[in-house]
């Protein structure tokens, strides 16, 4: 579903576009999410969340966009966004787990696995910490 706008707290949303995708693609696409934050994946700070926070799954995309500066010097920015929990059902504990996507951009901050993923690392442990 891709809206316009998200704005205030009852927003009337207009939809500009739905189903995109077919279901099969949108698999696909969540478990190569998931993968990405587990051994062998570019996400490699949240390696051991799901083991720490009682089996949460997420999924996540690292980015290291390059860019000059005003000096004419190459550098980079760094994001991670993830998004969770993926593994939310009605006889699950985590089903009271309040669902999250965040992205981490750094203009000008590295690369998202060494950079922008720990910081969400962090973000992440709050918030499903309950802190």
């Known amino acids: 579903l891709v809206v316009k706008e998200i704005f205030g707290e009852s ?19 969540r478990e190569g999410l998931k993968m990405a ?6 996400g490699y700070p949240l390696f051991d969340f799901n083991q720490r926070h009682q089996g949460i ?10 860019y ?8 980079t920015h ?11 059902n009605n006889n699950d504990e985590n089903k009271q787990k309040t669902p999250i996507s965040l992205t981490v951009f750094l203009e ?6 060494d950079d922008a993923a720990p910081i969400a ?3 992440l442990d709050m918030w499903f910490s309950g802190n």
Do not use: C, H, R
């Open 108 to 113: 000008g901050g590295g690369s998202g696995s």
């Open 121 to 123: 690392k962090e973000l």
């Open 78 to 88: 760094a994001w991670f966004t993830v998004f969770g929990p993926f593994n939310i």
């Open 57 to 66: 799954e997420l999924g996540g995309k690292t980015g290291t966009s390059e």
């Open 68 to 75: 000059i500066n005003s000096k004419g010097e190459p550098k």
């Open 37 to 42: 934050v587990k051994p062998g994946g570019t």
């Open 11 to 29: 927003p009337q949303l207009e939809v500009l576009a739905k189903d995109l995708v077919d279901f099969g693609t949108y698999n696909l696409i």
